[in-house]
């Protein structure tokens, strides 16, 4: 079945894993289903919302090869808001209440005292007009709520099965501010009934919004989409995720060099029984994506693991891949197939290139100096190929004797000025000869 999925981000702050997870869910769970996802700007919060985090959600999905059919604004839909409010209102669905935020955390601190659950008691709906009048005329404004009808809530969700909220254990939600301004339940609604949203995936701290809302739809008499709701990440020791561990923005992730296919191929299975396997493309991801898959655990998201897979993948690329990504002028495919195996993120290649094209450093050891005097004097003569490192370290070993670590560190060391790294049969003919033997003689080339 085709279906018009959303995802709806509010534009206060740069998006973090957690939203990349459900943007790329409902993204592959629209592709699966022949249909599309619209991006919905939640920004009805004026005193937060900014057009710079609005322009970097739309350049984060991008960078994340995300795409969407329609961009819609809740700051441009209040008129749509004022007529579900009037309908409901009409419908006798919503009520006017009078108590300050102090009188309401007073009630609550008493109810907790008491054990008893802190759920609004429903005094406004006790109130006479006159006493209604008595207190607007004080200058108090009224706020909102809707009257959710008691009754036990069901739905089938596509990730926890049959459902269940007793609506008797919620307050009856504030739909409309003191100040005039619509609160989250109100718009969301009415633009999933305008937008035709078949299918909301989110995550699972919003079930209790879910059983509110499927009220709120047939109040305004408009059937409930399919829900799923998607079990929150966790860091990798079980506990809330913290900065470092991976709540840190897409913007961080992209600037420390993690590949957006990595992030992907890890979200799309994360929180599932399957292994993650790295995927050519969004598409495939959405060939073998099934939401039945996760389970209701809570996911574990480690960084290490997506450095590992982050890795993995440059691992693979080709160099029709990251030619123009590297901008490295000069730099060849050879160079590439030699340093790939090597990088944990694909600008690391600019230090290999530095290496292969200095100037570098030698680091020269004095006991290596009989070493590399001879290595300087056998260097093979021609052309250097893959082939001339082992015929150049077997005649050094044939020649000084040494062998294993004493022979192969010091001339990497020389040659690289690192401990590790490339093999050194394929970095030698890109090194070239001008430059190893510069190096051998512990000069800066």
Request: hydrophobic share 40%; net charge negative; aromatic share 6%.
């Amino acid at each position: 079945m085709t279906g018009r999925f959303r995802f709806a981000p509010s534009p206060t702050g740069y998006l973090h894993v957690g939203n990349a997870r459900l943007a790329l869910i409902n993204w592959l769970m629209a592709r699966k289903s022949g249909g599309e996802m619209i991006l919905r700007l939640d920004d009805t919060d004026s005193d937060r919302s900014t057009p710079e985090f609005a322009d970097a959600i739309e350049a984060d999905l991008l960078w994340l090869g995300l795409d969407w059919s329609e961009l819609r604004r809740q700051s441009e839909r209040s008129d749509a808001y004022v007529r579900a409010f009037e309908a409901l209102k009409a419908a006798g669905r919503i009520y006017p209440c009078y108590e300050t935020a102090e009188e309401l955390e007073y009630r609550r601190k008493r109810q907790l005292a008491r054990k008893q659950p802190p759920i609004y008691d429903r005094a406004a709906l006790a109130l006479s007009e006159e006493e209604r009048s008595t207190l607007e005329a004080e200058g108090r404004k009224p706020h909102w709520r809707f009257l959710l009808d008691q009754g036990v809530i069901r739905w089938r969700d596509l990730v926890r099965g049959e459902v269940e909220v007793d609506a008797a254990s919620m307050s009856d939600p504030v739909l409309i501010r003191s100040d005039g301004r619509p609160l989250y339940h109100l718009p969301s609604v009415v633009d999933d009934i305008d937008f035709g949203i078949t299918h909301i995936i989110r995550g699972e701290d919003h079930v209790s919004n879910t059983a509110l809302h499927i009220q709120i739809f047939a109040a305004l008499k408009a059937p409930a989409p399919t829900f799923g709701h998607i079990p929150l990440l966790t860091g990798p020791d079980g506990g809330p995720l913290s900065k470092r561990e991976g709540s840190a923005s897409l913007r961080e992730m992209r600037e420390s060099g993690i590949e957006p296919m990595a992030l992907a191929c890890l979200l799309a299975r994360l929180g599932t029984s399957e292994n993650v396997e790295l995927r050519a493309s969004l598409h495939e991801i959405a060939e073998h994506f099934d939401i039945s898959q996760f389970s209701r655990a809570a996911a574990r998201f480690d960084p290490a693991e997506l450095a590992h897979l982050n890795a993995r993948l440059l691992h693979r690329m080709e160099w029709a891949d990251v030619r123009e990504r590297l901008d490295l002028d000069g730099a060849t495919e050879a160079f590439w197939l030699a340093v790939r195996g090597n990088l944990a993120t694909l600008d690391e290649a600019r230090g290999w290139w530095q290496v292969v094209t200095g100037p570098i450093t030698p680091v020269t050891e004095p006991e290596s100096e009989s070493l590399r005097a001879a290595a300087a004097r056998l260097l093979p003569q021609g052309a250097l190929d893959p082939s001339s490192w082992k015929a150049w370290t077997d005649a050094i070993k044939a020649e000084t004797g040494a062998k294993g670590k004493a022979l192969f560190l010091p001339l990497r060391l020389a040659l690289t000025g690192r401990d590790h790294g490339p093999e050194m049969n394929n970095l030698l003919p890109l090194i070239g000869r001008a430059h190893i033997l510069a190096r051998l003689n512990g000069r800066t080339a």
